[in-house]
């Protein structure tokens, strides 16, 4: 059976794309690059929290975000907060791996967290060929690790732990890691 672990490091909250474009540029030097991105925000005339899951395998985030078509658009004139995350444990992964990730984060906000009503994403949930698991893990821009989250947050939202079990066809996630002490 084979089986892939995906950790992925979320950096923000950002404010804006703007503020993603320039973040991301000062960082393109150390060849970091960021594939996934989470968006959190209120869309005009509504009372509800909306979400997006989005992935950049083309071009950066930043950029991403500022193409014309991009859901970010209905947000940008009301509060939202932005996360973009990095592979942590494979330097170039494939667009497939990135699909991969992103499909299982839609699924668990669509089925678990947010509902239909709540997700602006319309991907089309497909099964993984084989057994994944994925392991956020979520920072400061900073890079100072984030213990609190505020209500809402995609980093509050979003599992710390999701897995996808090929066997058995089914999705499990823990929402959050609990600390038993340092081993030594």
């Given at each position: ?125 497909r099964a993984p060929e084989t057994s994944v698991c994925i392991i956020n893990e979520w920072f400061t821009k900073g890079g100072k690790k984030r213990c609190r989250q505020a209500q809402g947050s995609p ?19 823990a929402d959050s890691l609990s600390r038993l002490g340092v081993l030594e």
């Amino acid at each position: 059976m084979k089986h892939t672990t995906y950790l992925l490091h979320w950096f923000g909250p950002f404010d804006s794309k703007e503020d993603v474009d320039k973040w991301e540029s000062k960082l393109s030097e150390e060849n970091d690059y960021y594939w996934l991105y989470l968006i959190r925000g209120r869309k005009k005339y509504k009372r509800v929290d909306s979400y997006y899951c989005g992935k950049a395998v083309v071009q950066y985030v930043g950029k991403r975000l500022k193409n014309s078509n991009h859901h970010i658009k209905d947000f940008e004139n009301h509060e939202h907060e932005i996360w973009i995350a990095t592979y942590a444990n494979i330097k170039n992964p494939k667009p497939q791996d990135v699909s991969i990730c992103e499909n299982l984060l839609i699924a668990i906000l669509y089925q678990k967290k947010v509902g239909e009503k709540c997700l602006e994403n319309k991907t089309n949930y497909r099964a993984p060929e084989t057994s994944v698991c994925i392991i956020n893990e979520w920072f400061t821009k900073g890079g100072k690790k984030r213990c609190r989250q505020a209500q809402g947050s995609p980093a509050k939202v979003m599992p710390d732990v999701i897995v996808y079990d090929n066997d058995n066809k089914e999705v499990k996630y823990a929402d959050s890691l609990s600390r038993l002490g340092v081993l030594e």
